[in-house]
């Protein structure tokens, strides 16, 4: 099996990736400021979790 892929498509699907993982990591951010003081322990531990497992940084620094 012969799989051609070209570096330049390999970037743009890297790109692509990056700018999704911003725009949700960007939407995460504003539920927590929307909703952060309301929401329950158990949630903000789970959005801790998966700001650690996918090393979202802002996400991080909002719920510190």
Do not use: I, S
């Amino acid at each position: 099996m012969q799989v051609d892929v070209e570096l330049a498509d390999l970037r743009a699907g890297a790109r692509e990736t990056a700018k999704k993982d911003q725009a949700l990591e960007a939407k995460a951010c504003a539920l927590m400021r929307q909703y952060g003081l309301f929401l329950p322990a158990q949630a903000k531990a789970f959005f801790r979790e998966l700001a650690d497992h996918l090393n979202w940084q802002h996400l991080k620094g909002q719920l510190k």
